[in-house]
């Protein structure tokens, strides 16, 4: 099974459904391989403003009853994809085209498809896509491949949006992602210890930790001692995490991530999570 069919459906892996159909249409967030959007463009758009190219090189071509049928369609297609693509300005020229056509003014109609063409492009320079390269991409692909992310919903939707922005090259809205993973798994930490938690700050939780780790050997519970390692490997990644990016990421304006970073806490974010989840069973108590 495809990696993109395995983990969440952002690209197709076949053509389109059909040439009337825009390839992202559907898909939660558009985004579409770079093959179907050239074969959208090359069988649909390129073959309409070919047909409206020549039709406006000439009014004789317009008299002629076989290619006016032709061009008939052409101006049919296009005007679904209008709606499609909300051209608001192109689809108007083709009404001023066929009324044109109608009349059998043949000079106004060349005229007039010369005009459609120069609109139609116009309007479609305002749509934008971004090119996004196949190793971001893929990086992103991979951060729900892990089954304790995979069947938590809320943290797998958190780094979906964190694997697409460092695809974009927004890393430190990457950053600000990951550090609501991390939130979200120290949660599942202080409901272990019985501790209140504090989106603010995660003070309390390394307090909670080393409280617990200061007791006298003989004082601790058999539960305690066996996930001790857990929590003081949890104490290090609070400190790590905060001092070096938390606080940073929230409240520091000037603060600004680059792709080494943002792929190195993608990687640790990771790691921090699946440790949390695999330890605390989604939820239930270690043993505090």
Known sequence: ????????????????????????????????SLLDVLRYAAEDFI????????????????????????????????????YKFNLQLTRYQIE?????LARENWSSASQELDQLLRRLLEELKTRAFRYVEKP?????LWLSVYPGIRQNPEIRSELESAGRCYAYDEDTACVFHLMRVVDYGLRL????????????SWDGIGKAIEKKMRE?????????????PFY???LTDIQAISRGHRNAAL????????????????????????????HTSTGNLIGA
């Not at 971001?136 to 992103?140: N, Q």
């Not at 930490?189 to 989106?199: G, R, T």
């Open 1 to 32: 099974m495809p990696l993109t069919e395995t983990i969440y459906p952002l690209t197709r892996e076949g053509p389109s459904d059909g040439l009337g159909v825009c390839p992202w249409s559907g898909l939660r967030f558009g985004v579409v």
């Open 47 to 82: 073959e309409i403003t070919k047909i409206i190219s020549s039709m406006s090189m000439s009014h004789l071509w317009l008299q002629d009853e076989k290619p006016r049928a032709r061009l008939d369609e052409c101006l049919e297609k296009l005007l679904e994809h209008t």
């Open 96 to 100: 001023t085209v066929r009324s044109a």
């Open 136 to 140: 971001d991409y893929e990086l992103g």
């Open 189 to 200: 930490v202080a409901k272990s210890l019985a501790v209140d938690f504090d989106a603010r």
């Open 216 to 228: 006298k050997h003989g004082d601790k519970t058999d539960a305690w001692k066996a996930s001790e």
């Open 232 to 234: 003081g490997e949890i």
């Open 251 to 278: 409240h520091e304006l000037e603060k600004v991530y680059d792709k080494r970073t943002a792929e190195y806490l993608l990687t640790v974010t990771v790691a921090f999570i699946e440790h949390v989840l695999g």
